[in-house]
């Protein structure tokens, strides 16, 4: 398995696929500006007719799977902060100040925007679309400060929700490593381990059960690298199989009842797709794509700052979802500029400082989307 690295021994195509994950939310979320597809994240989701039932239980969908592509950040996340890890001696002085200064400052960058975004186009309360009317919220200083600190974040920017778990797995990667490191003799069977965790998660419905264990498969994919590549090896001609195999499990979880397997195999489908841009050249080929990496490099903007925008696009009635699209396009450009990329100059210059050794590690979310 040949992976191409681009600027600061990044893996070029996986900022590619972080880059279409984003992508995926974003346009998510502006599907969800219509009723008809909103209605299908209920529990109880109506039945659905001609288009709508097209865009939700086939193919299609896989266009708008916004909480699928959460999972792959997630597993992302786990694969590109261990990996350089894996030959080298970790410094943690350096790690934990630059990591969180990496996710934080861009953060309250977005709760800022979102802020303004709301003073000036006020959210709307009552619409025919679930989704809208959950994000129509009012803040105060208690809700705002659980915003900043990541602790238990609102709705004023909803995509927060999934960087509560990617601080969690930053603080906690040396537990993560050592665990790897324990079930290192048994190779990529450890997997096992996650992916009993995420059923557990499922059926107690603890969301630390649930989510943590995802950032833990690609810390093992990581930490096996040797092994994937020998499996690469052995697939050879069969990628094309593999990826249309990882794309049917999204497919069939819309129309099949897997139950508490539901969202295990969403995993197991993030697990294919990371590996797939890992090894399989057509994949690697999309994820090196100049657009997909001038997306890719933006991506983390683009999902802070995308929901205000979309939900201000709602007073723009049928001209919302082709307004907002572009729309976040343009301000991420801007927010990465002004925002993300000085923070990401701060966190290498504070870890070059206090750390003996500096470690790239890429930010792997768009650094996460999320799902919801």
């Not at 890992?278 to 990496?293: C, D, K, M, N």
Request: charged fraction near 10%; hydrophobic fraction near 55%; charge should be positive.
């Amino acid at each position: 398995m040949e992976m191409q690295t681009g600027e600061r021994g990044r893996i070029a195509a996986l900022d590619g696929l972080r880059g279409l994950c984003a992508l995926i939310v974003v346009i998510t979320h502006t599907a969800l500006l219509n009723p008809q597809l909103a209605a299908g994240y209920l529990p109880n989701p109506p039945a659905s007719h001609g288009w709508a039932w097209w865009m939700i239980h086939t193919p299609l969908h896989l266009f708008w799977t916004g909480g699928d592509a959460v999972h792959v950040f997630f597993v992302l996340s786990g694969f590109v902060l261990t990996l350089p890890f894996v030959s080298a001696t970790p410094s943690w002085r350096a790690y934990y100040p630059r990591r969180l200064v990496r996710l934080y400052v861009p953060v309250w960058g977005a709760l800022v925007f979102a802020l303004l975004v709301m003073a000036m186009i006020p959210r709307v309360h009552q619409t025919e679309s679930r989704w809208v009317n959950v994000q129509a919220v009012h803040p105060t200083w208690a809700s705002m400060l659980k915003d900043a600190t990541l602790t238990r974040p609102t709705a004023l920017d909803s995509p927060l929700w999934s960087l509560k778990w990617e601080v969690v797995f930053s603080l906690l990667l040396p537990a993560y490593l050592a665990v790897a490191k324990g079930l290192r003799r048994v190779g990529l069977f450890g997997l096992v381990v996650p992916a009993v965790l995420v059923l557990a998660g499922t059926v107690t419905g603890s969301a630390a059960l649930l989510y943590l264990p995802m950032f833990a498969v690609g810390v093992l994919m990581a930490t096996n690298l040797h092994s994937l590549r020998a499996m690469a090896a052995r697939l050879d001609r069969w990628w094309p199989l593999v990826a249309v195999a990882g794309g049917g499990i999204l497919v069939g979880r819309w129309w099949l009842p897997l139950g508490v397997a539901d969202v295990l195999m969403s995993v197991v489908s993030a697990g294919v797709v990371v590996l797939l841009f890992l090894a399989w050249a057509p994949a690697r080929t999309v994820g090196e794509h100049r657009v997909s990496q001038w997306v890719g490099r933006r991506s983390f903007s683009l999902y802070l700052i995308h929901v205000p925008i979309v939900l201000a696009a709602v007073r723009l009635p049928g001209w919302g979802p082709a307004v907002a699209f572009p729309a976040s396009l343009l301000v991420a450009a801007v927010f990465y500029r002004l925002v993300e990329r000085p923070a990401l100059r701060f966190a290498n210059h504070l870890g070059r400082r206090i750390g003996a050794n500096r470690l790239t590690a890429p930010a792997a979310v768009p650094e996460t989307v999320s799902r919801r």
